[in-house]
């Protein structure tokens, strides 16, 4: 895992840039990599790419970044993983290829060499990566298409920049970082920045599956090169259901333990880490070293995750480490964890804190079970969407009825969520009914919290309905269409990305089996099916069967006791629920408080 940037004048009258300039925008993300900082600048000062290391594959310097392929026709600089590098290489090396290192980053390479653009969906990972062509004065940027690491660029005076952070494109200078209101209105609206926005007009983020070219006539419109609703084409269980689960999990868990240091697990008392544990113990990976987060707040309640965990470890004769977690330590860290917060997010802090914990004790690389709850159901919304959307379908018939009814709950103002107000108004639809179970503040009330020319500005920018239509169309079932929206709205734009900027600022790097090209296109089908896989499905695949009192246990999340530590920072607030306050909090810690409306 890495940082990388770059800046490529691709018009002679384009700014020109310094060696200074791209180190000062690599450095700032040097937690990113704190193993190697490398640099390259053509000869004519045309573009120039800068990379920070943290080694996982290859750890030997010959690995290092920007690295150029046999003739120097072309540079690389590479960020995140390739699972499959091994047997890329392999067949690359049986076409006569020879190689000089045993990294990914030369695989990659070595695949762009060969088969050019159209390697991308051959390559299972996470990753973002920039390729350089000299011969054609042409760069690459590309990011992978389950979005696990972000990649953001900016266009200004014929000058193309990109990093791995957009704070590390701040640092460079030569941004426009004037307000983008789609960005503001949509972390109101969502509690994260929906992409491609960010708080900047001059920052987009590169969308996920997609590649973006700049020649000599500058940048291209970003290319999607692999769709995730093919997954769900062609709706089918498949034979044997249980098997090809197990198979198929084993798979990812199997992969996403390829790495050159050890590999450790972030273990909750939730069934989706219990679940890679189970698997990890299946094979060569065991013993595996276990990381638990426990707060003082939760001791002796069912909250607590730990004494669950530590039996989880036992049976499966992982190593254990638990921590624990006060309110003082968080009010103490809280600054740092705002500063190391790339876009603001009301989410991330847990990441934060079990990031810290496992870095303290060495470890470099770890698994988490984020992404098992959006593909098998996990969430009440896979229920409560659906029967909203068809309990309300009939309002859709009747224009302008739940607008008309809105407006007027609103002016009694009810002491009832502001939700309710909205519910003929949205609840009609997939997509609206989705809104209204993640939205964090409703449409109608930002512009009590921001000036309100500038909300509607960005709500009209942000179209977001629309938006999310656009994600589901096409997709032959409710839950499928919930499914997508979980994957591509919440834990891309949110879980993904939060889990991305607290895992680097601890110079960790966090890996995700359950999200997963290879899994995805295998089970894909039977989530779009009439009868989608469930986490019990999950649980019942498992060779090695996880403790009966453990399945029994209800639900409880991976969580903070945010709502005392919220009210701590900010009591003046207690009227307000918990994660509006922490919204507003992180807003003005990230964002900016100039920006917030005064009442």
Not at 273 to 299: C, M, R, W
Not at 332 to 346: F, T
Not at 379 to 402: D, E, I, M, T
Request: with cysteine; hydrophobic share 40%.
């Amino acid at each position: 895992m890495c940082g990388i940037n770059g800046i490529y004048r691709y018009r002679p009258e384009g700014r020109r840039f310094l060696q200074e300039d791209v180190e000062r925008v690599r450095d700032s993300m040097s937690t990113r990599g704190p193993d190697d900082a490398g640099l390259w600048i053509s000869s004519d000062h045309r573009i120039g790419l800068g990379h920070r290391r943290l080694s996982i594959i290859d750890l030997s310097p010959n690995s290092n970044q920007p690295m150029a392929s046999h003739d120097g026709r072309f540079q690389i600089v590479f960020n995140g993983e390739i699972y499959n590098y091994k047997a890329l290489k392999a067949e690359l090396s049986s076409s006569g290829h020879a190689f000089r290192t045993q990294s990914d980053t030369e695989v990659i390479l070595a695949m762009y060499e060969m088969h050019g653009l159209a390697m991308l969906s051959r390559l299972r990972g996470m990753f973002t990566f920039a390729i350089w062509d000299s011969r054609e004065n042409r760069l690459v940027i590309a990011r992978g298409p389950m979005g696990i690491k972000p990649l953001y660029y900016s266009v200004q005076d014929s000058t193309f920049q990109f990093a791995s952070q957009v704070k590390a494109l701040i640092a460079g200078g030569n941004v426009d970082t004037s307000p983008e209101p789609a960005g503001h209105i949509g972390f109101f609206l969502w509690g994260h920045v929906p992409e491609p926005f960010t708080l900047f007009r001059g920052i987009r983020q590169l969308p996920a599956g997609s590649y973006l070219i700049v020649d000599e006539h500058g940048p291209k419109h970003p290319i999607i090169y692999q769709d995730p609703k093919q997954w769900f084409e062609n709706p089918r269980v498949p034979d044997d259901a249980l098997a090809c689960l197990r198979e198929s999990l084993q798979d990812s868990v199997d992969h996403h333990f390829v790495s050159d240091v050890p590999v450790s697990l972030f273990l909750s008392a939730g069934r989706d880490s219990a679940a890679i544990l189970s698997l990890a113990s299946e094979t060569d990976h065991n013993p595996v070293h276990a990381v638990t987060l426990g707060f003082q707040e939760y001791k002796g309640t069912p909250d607590d995750e730990c004494p669950m965990a530590s039996r989880l470890a036992e049976q499966f004769g992982a190593s254990h480490i638990a921590h624990f977690v006060t309110g003082d330590q968080f009010k103490s860290d809280v600054g740092d964890l705002l500063s190391a917060m790339d876009q603001p997010s009301i989410d991330g802090a847990n990441t934060y804190f079990v990031c810290k914990v496992a870095a303290s004790l060495g470890v470099r690389v770890a698994l988490s079970g984020l992404g098992a709850d959006e593909i098998f159901g996990g969430y009440h919304s896979f229920a409560q969407v659906p029967k909203l959307a068809r309990s309300l379908a009939w309002s859709n018939r009747v224009p302008r009825l739940g607008q008309s009814l809105r407006k007027a709950l609103t002016r009694i103002k009810s002491s009832k969520s502001p939700k309710y107000a909205g519910i003929l108004e949205y609840g009609g639809t997939i997509e609206g009914a989705f809104l209204l179970r993640r939205g964090l503040f409703m449409p109608w009330e930002i512009g009590e919290i921001l000036d309100r020319d500038f909300t509607e500005a960005g709500l009209e920018e942000l179209a977001t309905v629309d938006r999310l239509r656009a994600i589901t169309s096409g997709l032959p079932s409710p839950h499928s269409k919930v499914v997508m929206l979980e994957l591509y709205w919440y834990m891309q734009g949110r879980l993904l990305r939060d889990s991305d900027w607290a895992s680097m600022a601890h110079s960790l790097e966090l890996r995700v089996p359950f999200v997963d090209t290879e899994l995805m296109k295998r089970i894909g089908p039977w989530i779009a099916s009439s009868k989608p896989p469930t986490k019990d499905d999950m649980v019942r695949c498992l060779a090695n069967p996880l403790p009966s009192d453990f399945l029994s246990r209800p639900k409880t999340g991976f969580n903070i006791p945010v709502e005392r530590w919220a009210l701590d920072l900010d009591p003046s607030a207690r009227r307000e629920h918990s994660h509006r306050q922490w919204a507003k909090y992180v807003y003005r810690n990230v964002a900016g408080e100039d920006m917030l409306r005064r009442s």
